[in-house]
């Protein structure tokens, strides 16, 4: 039944990708609408809205999800509680195909609450006191953008509809109730905290839900309804939350020892950067880097995967080194990945992230943006070229010597295939999609290629500098991600304590012992006082019973 699932998922989405072109060719849009109910002037529908954003962006998903399947064949294998992790993939795939096809809020709630369910169960996976304190911070953090989804619904019910698609106007509540549900599902700044802490799932669920569907949920869902942002003064405050993002992920990264956590960083930056250019409008070239970006980033999350299974589950990168000889396949689709992630010029990420570079050199934007969003590109490459020279390039460590197994033929196959996809993605969709005239001078054209090539120095002093001599409070800084874990932890911790005194003292104490135990024991009472009775009603009306018996037989003789 898996099998089938995965070939279902792969030629659908290679059908979806051929019918997304279509679309796109020929300007086509089909919507189709069910009314269910009609409650006063309130209708209540369910909408499907298919154009080639929609058609493409479900492509991408099933093929990731086929490949992720296919890695996880093996990587599970073993695997106690194996059929329930399939069936959450599943559940977690029809929960965002749910979202993507319908604009209906309704569905986007089911699809959007799916979502964060879902990746809480996956999160808790490995039922650990740490995997568990990671799941409660990320469904915490997600129930804030579905109360946002459900005040928009109530916002939307004076409307008589909830389908966002028939609407052009700005409403101002509406957009920001939006962005707040985009910012916690995308772990923007200042809800960034649970995209690392996620980091305790399985890697297959990492590559799959924090890399490339969950994670640009709430991306998607402002691509969706841009007409929104057209005409609104949160941009502003969009552009500069999101270059915070991009700052603190790429700063934070160049300290972090944990690979899955440096390349949950990096998907934080990258989000970060999706969310700076649909502030300034720019919906096409954010839905390019979306696509390509969860292409290589769920490469690298696959990669890391293996190494982190082949080496007795450790993950700490201070204990690899050498393993270039052990993973020569792995390796060469890592590098072109994290290539690829950098904006190395003629790989897949080039294409976007360098014309994102040009549009902002060439917009109308202040010197201080320009600066961080060229610092953040800065710290992009000197944390990828650190991490590949302390994983692949370095000494061989004495923790190598505990390799003995060699490259999976299954997680091969996946890395492979997935690897020739986004190596063709980034030329292909950038004829497709790009119409933009880009006129700038020499200097500020070379520019992106000079900070890359200053990444790789920046990169190369970091992998060989001794961070232990560092003192206490900048490790703290920088260990909990600008003191957010902290601010977290303390808001959590007092309302989560106070509920559980109540919980003891309300719900296990007076509650159930005043009206359970307390019915109880009256129950029980009432009972034998009742049978006693019964009792003596039966030995008094059975000396009547013999008379009137005796009496009877009397009178027959």
Same mark, same amino acid.
């Given at each position: 039944?898996?099998?089938?699932?995965?070939?279902?998922?792969?030629?659908?989405?290679?059908?979806?990708?051929?019918?997304?072109?279509?679309?796109?060719?020929?300007?086509?849009?089909?919507?189709?609408?069910?009314?269910?109910?009609?409650?006063?002037?309130?209708?209540?529908?369910?909408?499907?809205?298919?154009?080639?954003?929609?058609?493409?962006?479900?492509?991408?998903?099933?093929?990731?999800?086929?490949? %992720?399947?296919?890695?996880?064949?093996?990587?599970?294998?073993?695997?106690?509680?194996?059929?329930?992790?399939?069936?959450?993939?599943?559940?977690?795939?029809?929960?965002?195909?749910?979202?993507?096809?319908?604009?209906?809020?309704?569905?986007?709630?089911?699809?959007?609450?799916?979502?964060?369910?879902?990746?809480?169960?996956? %999160?808790?996976?490995?039922?650990?006191?740490?995997?568990?304190?990671?799941?409660? $911070?990320?469904?915490?953090?997600?129930?804030?953008?579905?109360?946002?989804?459900?005040?928009?619904?109530?916002?939307?019910?004076?409307?008589?509809?909830?389908?966002?698609?028939?609407?052009?106007?700005?409403?101002?509540?509406?957009?920001?109730?939006?962005?707040?549900?985009?910012?916690?599902? #995308?772990?923007?700044?200042?809800? +960034?905290?649970?995209?690392?802490?996620?980091?305790?799932?399985?890697?297959?669920?990492?590559?799959?839900?924090?890399?490339?569907?969950?994670?640009?949920?709430?991306?998607?869902?402002?691509?969706?309804?841009?007409?929104?942002?057209?005409?609104?003064?949160?941009?502003?405050?969009?552009? $500069?939350?999101?270059?915070?993002?991009?700052?603190?992920?790429?700063?934070?990264?160049?300290?972090?020892?944990?690979?899955?956590?440096?390349?949950?960083?990096?998907?934080? #930056?990258?989000?970060?950067?999706?969310?700076?250019?649909?502030?300034?409008?720019?919906?096409?070239?954010?839905?390019?880097?979306?696509?390509?970006?969860?292409?290589?980033?769920?490469?690298?999350?696959?990669?890391?995967?293996?190494?982190?299974?082949?080496?007795?589950?450790?993950?700490?990168?201070?204990?690899?080194?050498?393993?270039?000889?052990?993973?020569?396949?792995?390796?060469?689709?890592?590098?072109?990945?994290?290539?690829?992630?950098?904006?190395?010029?003629?790989?897949?990420?080039?294409?976007?992230?360098?014309?994102?570079?040009?549009? $902002?050199?060439? +917009?109308?934007?202040?010197?201080? +943006?320009?600066?961080?969003?060229?610092?953040?590109?800065?710290?992009?490459?000197?944390?990828?070229?650190?991490?590949?020279?302390?994983?692949?390039?370095?000494?061989?460590?004495?923790?190598?010597?505990?390799?003995?197994?060699?490259?999976?033929?299954?997680?091969?196959?996946?890395?492979?295939?997935?690897?020739?996809?986004?190596?063709?993605?980034?030329?292909?969709?950038?004829?497709?999609?790009?119409?933009l005239l880009i006129i700038l001078n020499l200097f500020e054209k070379m520019f992106v290629l000079q900070i890359c090539l200053l990444g790789i120095f920046m990169g190369w002093?970091?992998? %060989?500098?001794?961070?232990?001599?560092?003192?206490?409070?900048?490790?703290?800084?920088?260990?909990?991600?600008?003191?957010?874990?902290?601010?977290?932890?303390?808001?959590?911790?007092?309302?989560?304590?106070?509920?559980?005194?109540?919980?003891?003292? %309300?719900?296990?104490?007076?509650?159930?012992?005043?009206?359970?135990?307390?019915?109880?024991?009256? $129950?029980?009472?009432e009972l034998i006082i009742f049978l006693k009775m019964m009792n003596n009603f039966v030995y008094n009306n059975m000396f009547y019973f013999f008379f009137l018996l005796i009496l009877f037989s009397y009178f027959l003789i």
């Amino acid at each position: 039944m898996l099998i089938m699932n995965i070939f279902f998922f792969f030629f659908f989405s290679l059908m979806m990708f051929f019918l997304s072109l279509i679309f796109l060719n020929y300007d086509l849009v089909i919507m189709m609408e069910w009314v269910l109910l009609n409650f006063n002037s309130v209708k209540m529908e369910f909408v499907i809205y298919l154009d080639w954003i929609s058609l493409m962006f479900l492509s991408l998903v099933l093929m990731i999800s086929s490949m %992720v399947l296919i890695y996880s064949l093996e990587y599970m294998k073993g695997d106690i509680n194996i059929k329930r992790f399939f069936l959450l993939l599943m559940l977690f795939v029809i929960s965002m195909l749910l979202m993507i096809f319908s604009p209906n809020l309704m569905s986007i709630l089911l699809g959007w609450d799916g979502l964060g369910l879902i990746s809480y169960c996956l %999160v808790i996976y490995y039922q650990s006191w740490m995997s568990y304190n990671s799941g409660m $911070f990320t469904v915490l953090l997600n129930r804030i953008g579905d109360i946002m989804i459900l005040m928009m619904i109530s916002l939307m019910f004076m409307l008589g509809t909830w389908n966002l698609m028939l609407f052009d106007f700005n409403f101002f509540l509406v957009f920001l109730m939006m962005l707040l549900g985009a910012f916690t599902k #995308s772990a923007q700044f200042p809800f +960034s905290v649970w995209l690392p802490l996620a980091m305790a799932a399985p890697t297959p669920v990492s590559s799959l839900v924090h890399s490339s569907t969950l994670v640009t949920a709430g991306v998607y869902l402002l691509i969706r309804f841009n007409f929104l942002m057209m005409n609104n003064d949160l941009m502003n405050m969009m552009l $500069f939350i999101s270059m915070i993002t991009m700052l603190m992920a790429g700063l934070m990264a160049n300290f972090e020892f944990d690979l899955k956590k440096i390349i949950a960083y990096s998907t934080l #930056s990258q989000l970060g950067l999706m969310m700076m250019i649909l502030s300034i409008k720019m919906f096409n070239l954010g839905f390019f880097h979306l696509l390509i970006h969860a292409m290589f980033k769920s490469l690298l999350f696959m990669c890391s995967g293996i190494m982190i299974h082949s080496m007795c589950n450790n993950q700490d990168i201070r204990y690899m080194g050498g393993l270039i000889n052990y993973f020569p396949i792995v390796c060469m689709i890592f590098f072109i990945s994290f290539f690829s992630l950098c904006g190395f010029p003629f790989f897949s990420g080039f294409y976007s992230k360098d014309l994102i570079m040009e549009i $902002f050199l060439m +917009s109308k934007m202040n010197f201080f +943006s320009v600066v961080m969003l060229m610092v953040a590109t800065l710290f992009t490459v000197s944390y990828s070229v650190r991490l590949m020279i302390l994983v692949y390039m370095n000494y061989m460590n004495k923790m190598n010597y505990m390799i003995l197994m060699n490259e999976d033929y299954l997680m091969s196959l996946s890395l492979i295939f997935l690897y020739f996809y986004s190596l063709m993605m980034g030329y292909c969709l950038i004829n497709l999609i790009n119409s933009l005239l880009i006129i700038l001078n020499l200097f500020e054209k070379m520019f992106v290629l000079q900070i890359c090539l200053l990444g790789i120095f920046m990169g190369w002093y970091f992998s %060989v500098k001794n961070w232990i001599k560092l003192s206490i409070y900048m490790k703290f800084f920088f260990s909990s991600m600008w003191g957010l874990n902290i601010f977290y932890n303390k808001i959590s911790f007092y309302p989560l304590k106070f509920s559980m005194n109540l919980y003891k003292i %309300v719900d296990k104490g007076m509650i159930e012992y005043l009206f359970v135990y307390g019915y109880k024991n009256s $129950f029980l009472s009432e009972l034998i006082i009742f049978l006693k009775m019964m009792n003596n009603f039966v030995y008094n009306n059975m000396f009547y019973f013999f008379f009137l018996l005796i009496l009877f037989s009397y009178f027959l003789i």
